[in-house]
Structure formats: structure tokens, C-alpha cells
């Protein structure tokens, strides 16, 4: 019993300390606002990746001619509607 009392004690000093990832977590509110924020971020990245894959993910067998194009991007909002836009597409060359 004594044992696992100085085992608890000693996880919850190091927890205070700050200076293990984990007590740093738990006593830093800016890096945890940041953590936050960025998983926010990464969540909302992968829904439009989802929701608009051709937008993150362009495939060509023959590197598409070298020429500027136009193309028309359809975009699901988070409300439900659908947007369409006309962009210029620059061809890259390597």
C-alpha cells in the first residue's frame, strides 16, 4: 500500500512539474489551445477533402497538354448548397 502511494505521489509531481508532455499539457493553456485549434483544423480539412476531392487531388496519364484551362468546381457547403465557380487552372510543367 505504501508503495503505490509513492508511486501516485510521484506521477502526480511530475504531472505539476511541467515538464513531461503531459504535465506540460495539462498546466499550459496556450499549448493546449493550440492542440485544439489544429485538430479543429485538421477535422475541418479531411470533410472538404472529402466533400471536394478533386480539389486536393489532381491525376493526368499524359500531363494534360501544357496548356491553361478553365474548369468548373462544384463545392458542398456545410449548409447543404452547392456552389459552382469557373477557375483558371495554369498548366505546371516539371
Do not use: C, W
Not at 35 to 43: C, E, G, H, Q
Amino acid at each position: 500500500m505504501a508503495e503505490a502511494q509513492t508511486s501516485l505521489k510521484g506521477v502526480s509531481t511530475a504531472l505539476n512539474d511541467k515538464k513531461g508532455s503531459l504535465g506540460k499539457l495539462i498546466n499550459d493553456t496556450l499549448l493546449y489551445n493550440n492542440l485544439n485549434a489544429t485538430a479543429a483544423s485538421s477535422n475541418e480539412l479531411i470533410s472538404d477533402m472529402k466533400a471536394n476531392p478533386k480539389r486536393y487531388v489532381h491525376f493526368s496519364v499524359f500531363g494534360g497538354g501544357g496548356k491553361d484551362k478553365t474548369k468548373k468546381e462544384t463545392t458542398k457547403q456545410p449548409d447543404g448548397t452547392v456552389k459552382t465557380e469557373t477557375k483558371k487552372v495554369s498548366a505546371v510543367r516539371p
